[in-house]
């Protein structure tokens, strides 16, 4: 059984369909990564996916009970509010202090645990959201572009963090990302979008499928056989619908 999935899902904002006809799903255990130009509809996809915007038509299916850990594209905190990791932390919930220092441990910011969060670098940053995360115990996370404002070896360590997380824990993760030859290569599937579903399968499909080149260009194609990685299992059915370009 899926975590997460949708059926024939649109979602309208403010009068804009940001998304029409959306079939996808995720299973426990798998990495998939979202893919589409700016404003292709991925934030309201994920966002719709754990219920912070609604479908205007068809559904979203969750696993009943499902945990998820969702990480946002973008969290603003007010730097005249003084409020520590520690503090942020259990926010909303109380959390325990032994699980707090454990999820940050988790993510090697134990460090952080009595900073201010306006002091906090991008990549510090992007480890505390991640370790609140985790404090769900999640059986998937959900991460909106997490490498946003990091350097090369900044979005690589996140990256690597991220796998290792998935390993241990065998949630789930679904997320959002630009750095095509890195993240693809790391991904059970991929899924591009444009406000619809372009394509989706495994990365090297995607990446050689005319809808996807149509969008980003023929310019991956060699770093992502340079970073691909063996796959020794199968993959859902590729699906080639027509993709329209604005
Ligand atoms: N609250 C809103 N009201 C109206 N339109 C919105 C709203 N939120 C998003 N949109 C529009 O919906 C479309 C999809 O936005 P979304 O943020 O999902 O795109 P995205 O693929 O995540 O973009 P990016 O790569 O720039 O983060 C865009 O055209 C955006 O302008």
């Known amino acids: 059984m899926s975590l997460l999935s949708t059926q024939n899902m649109s979602v309208s904002l403010g009068g804009h369909v940001a998304l029409r006809n959306v079939d996808f799903a995720i299973s426990a255990g798998e990495i998939v990564t ?12 994920l966002k719709a996916l754990i219920g912070a915007v609604r479908a205007s038509e068809g559904k979203v299916t969750r696993k009943p009970g499902l945990r998820i850990g969702y990480v946002p594209q973008r969290l603003h905190i007010d730097p005249t509010l003084p409020l520590t990791v520690r503090r942020f932390l259990s926010l909303p919930h109380k959390r325990a202090e032994d699980d707090i220092a454990f ?5 090697g910011a134990s460090d952080l645990d009595d ?22 115990k999640p059986e998937i996370l959900i991460l909106d572009e997490p490498t946003t404002g990091l350097d090369q070896p900044g979005s690589a360590a996140l990256y690597s963090l991220i796998e290792d997380l998935r390993r241990e824990t065998g949630a789930a993760v679904l997320m959002v990302s630009h750095e095509l030859h890195v993240v693809m290569s790391a991904s059970d599937r991929v899924v591009c979008l444009n406000g619809h579903v372009c394509c989706h399968g495994a990365p090297d499909i995607v990446a050689s499928a005319p809808e996807y080149r149509a969008l980003f260009g023929t310019g991956t194609h060699g770093a992502l056989a340079l970073y691909r990685h063996d796959h020794d299992h199968s993959h859902e059915v590729d699906d080639h619908e027509g993709c329209t370009h604005a």
Do not use: C, I
Request: hydrophobic share 45%; no cysteine; proline share 3%.
């Open 115 to 136: 900073k201010q969060m306006y002091s906090l670098s991008g990549g510090q940053f992007q480890r505390v959201l991640l370790a609140r995360a985790l404090l769900e």
């Open 34 to 45: 979202v893919v589409g130009p700016n404003g292709s509809g991925k934030s309201t996809l």
């Open 103 to 107: 999820a940050l441990a988790r993510v």
